[in-house]
């Protein structure tokens, strides 16, 4: 036995060393390095460039290229002040080239621009903890393929089933959905869906659910690389012009459909929930006209959302609406947001027939950052 | 409702242009280009940069570097030879410096190290066919978490359910195990596990199963950024002296019981095959001896494996699992694979014994091009 471990160390060693020698001629620098302090320093060895810099969502010096300074190794770098706790992203310019940081293995996709990400956290309950795998039991993410007949697809949707759920017991579902540009994969990945569910589940700030997340692209099946289109390079738009043979909200009861026929679920309106972010807010705001006693809780995330010039049919539908009585519509939206006329309108128009909705408004506008908080405060609302 | 739609359209291209001016200053040229000669094109623009090559897996041009050349406007390229069907994966090298190419969303991660990836199909049926996502039934594929007592672990595996699969039938189970460095995300992503049974099934070629890819690190609970040590940078060997309860061997069953005990399955012999490359390999190896009646199937791909010195425990071992007359016992290794040595001695033990196995032996070395075929070629062999 002891030979066999001899030999399977050398073989753990080669593989160490053929890994090591596909990384280039450099040894890599570590990239990044995030502090005690909260601040962060970034290292990129390149030799000949004329001028490297970072480019983050750090609130702290939005809007500013981070410049790198060149050290006498050919290594750049740079610190930035104490972050605050959160999950970020950025990347690196090399003059002029926008690339992600070969040190860091960790990426997000948004649209078809890929970007490192890193996590700042300092206390338990911050936000870069709830953004965070921590050490608590964890749900399960699935990709499912389902049928939707008035698509006339199979599609795909991501389902997080809380940590509890064992195919006995019943639970909510909150069904929560993406933006333009986005796919089945954007909430988890860059909305930290997971990790936010499985950390207020634990810490008992809501009950477990389950949460469907489902593609809102009718023209695509799933996310790019995970249909038969190939590994075309993601616009938002390319699909467009194929002409759905029905709209995201036409064909959203074949999604409740089909979780109602394959989990374990509440199947009434006391056990569903729907929100969304952008062009997801506005599927919400349409799923809650449509369907007006299928749900209990909506939730409009800097929503597309306006109201029509001909309001015949909307009035109708608004009336039946917030005649039965749904126990929530939230809305929330950045103060930068550039949604915001549409919703103060929604919001104008709710106060003038006296229709019941809680309104929440933070700094900031159309970002991720904002987004993971919404579904934060959300979550904490519903099924309670 | 025309306003909410050009209201929806304003949003859209506003969304649009944000995503655009993240990009950097300049114009993304599109890279990679495949050719209709299978020949690809790659473009980078970089200005001031001296030296720029592309480095890739491909055959036709191994263990040399592409060098691009650049053109008046500052992008550099390159057009490959015509390349064979085969999923391709490569980086670029700026002055000395590794990079994934910003023109393509389609990366891989290996230990800690992102590669782009790139397809190249001729017809159908060809390696490149197989290996991307067609248009025919699709299996879901879940990261789920499950219980080990024996390590005393809440840990993750990733489960594949074919299409056909509906909570009423039961269907045989595949264990895929993954190698040193890797994880339970490895078989899915550089291995297309996923593709390649959809595919075969779909084709008729290999019977519906579900394929069970867990973690095979006793001392990781997942993949690296999917537990509570953090966004670390992987390295295979980080964890190794964390002492971990068992080995991956002595652990195994707890995965086979929880399968048998969460889905649908034949749970027997006959409804359970066990294979996995390198390390993993080397997995299967002590799994055939330490559980010789549980599993029909055994795949050995470039195993890990070899005979041990003292070998009176292990005479008994393999006598006790070839008398128990598995349907097949499979190895497989390329030519150059660093681990022949050591499979050359267990082929010869084996010829020794008169004990039957199967033996495949093709180009190249250690290598995922190599292991996608051994899972092509061993899912057609078992369940049938």
Not at 143 to 162: A, K, N
Not at 220 to 227: K, L, R, T, V, Y
């Amino acid at each position: 036995m002891k030979r066999i471990m001899t030999l399977a160390a050398c073989c753990l060693m080669s593989l160490g060393c053929m890994a090591q020698q596909q990384l280039g001629q450099r040894p890599r620098v570590k990239s990044p390095v995030i502090n005690a302090d909260g601040s962060v320093t970034f290292n990129l060895y390149a030799p000949s460039a004329q001028r490297v810099s970072v480019n983050g969502d750090f609130e702290e010096i939005r809007g500013k290229r981070l410049d790198m300074t060149k050290q006498e190794n050919g290594v750049w770098t740079v610190t930035t002040e104490p972050l605050n706790p959160e999950l970020y992203s950025y990347s690196l310019t090399v003059d002029g080239q926008r690339f992600i940081d070969p040190g860091n293995s960790y990426v997000n996709r948004d649209i078809s621009t890929l970007s490192n990400i890193f996590i700042v956290t300092k206390s338990t309950g911050d936000k870069g903890h709830l953004y965070s795998v921590n050490d608590v039991p964890h749900g399960t993410l699935s990709r499912v393929w389902y049928d939707s007949p008035t698509l006339g697809q199979q599609r795909r949707m991501t389902v997080y089933l809380p940590a509890a759920y064992d195919g006995k017991k019943s639970f909510p579902v909150m069904y929560l959905l993406h933006g333009h540009g986005g796919d089945e994969t954007a909430w988890g990945d860059l909305g930290r869906a997971s990790q936010i569910m499985d950390n207020l589940i634990a810490e008992g700030k809501c009950v477990p659910m389950i949460v469907v997340m489902p593609n809102g692209n009718p023209t695509c099946n799933a996310a790019p690389g995970w249909w038969h289109e190939g590994m075309y390079t993601p616009d938002g738009n390319a699909f467009r012009d194929r002409g759905a043979k029905a709209s995201m909200e036409e064909s959203f009861m074949d999604i409740v459909n089909y979780v109602d026929s394959h989990y374990k679920t509440i199947a009434k309106r006391s056990g569903r929930a729907v929100t969304g972010l952008s062009m997801g807010g506005g599927h919400t705001f349409g799923i809650s006209r449509m369907y007006p006693e299928t749900f209990d809780y909506y939730g409009l995330q800097s929503a597309a959302a306006g109201i029509p010039r001909d309001r015949t049919k909307f009035d109708e539908q608004m009336a039946r609406l917030f005649g039965s009585k749904p126990k929530l519509y939230w809305i929330a939206i950045g103060k930068e947001d550039f949604l915001m006329q549409g919703n103060t309108q929604l919001r104008q128009y709710l106060d003038s027939k006296s229709y019941p909705y809680e309104y929440y408004e933070n700094d900031g506008g159309h970002i991720w950052r904002n987004w993971r908080i919404y579904l934060t405060m959300f979550a904490q609302k519903i099924f309670k």
